[in-house]
């Protein structure tokens, strides 16, 4: 069985051996934690709505490149170090998923860098072609 596997030149991926999402042959998707600092700059900005914003447009390119969008999300973990931190990004999770939300769970932890306030990772399943 291969599998496809989608890099999005995240500073960690070589250093901690990982790519961004694995694409099964059977049509699900497996993206990675991702965090919010943007690729192309390095920035990771200070709020975490800015870091939730650029988490989903990440998982976002990710997902078309293995040719699902985030309709076909269904399952979502969001992972916090300040769960009062989750509710602020509530908007934006609801203008992703749209009306078609995944099955979610939010997890209160530490992540890699004091600095990241959020971290989201999603499964999706590729839809038939037909």
């Known amino acids: 069985m291969s599998h ?6 995240g500073e960690f991926e070589p250093k901690a ?8 042959e059977d049509g699900w998707v497996h993206v990675a934690g991702t965090v919010g600092v943007d690729h192309a700059t390095g920035h990771l900005p200070d709020d975490v709505t800015e870091q939730c914003a650029n988490a989903l447009r990440i998982i976002a390119v990710a997902l078309e490149q ?3 969008r985030m309709a076909d999300v269904v399952r979502v973990h969001y992972i916090l170090p300040e769960r009062a931190d989750f509710e602020p990004c509530w908007p934006q999770l609801r203008a992703a998923f749209g009306d078609a939300p995944p099955a979610a769970t939010m997890i209160q932890a530490g992540l890699l860098d004091a600095a990241m306030k959020i971290e989201i990772e999603v499964t999706a399943k590729i839809p038939a072609q037909g």
Request: glycine share 18%; charged share 20%; net charge positive.
């Open 17 to 24: 051996g990982y790519c961004r999402a694995v694409v099964t």
């Open 66 to 68: 293995a040719g699902a």
């Open 4 to 9: 496809q596997r989608i890099r999005s030149g």
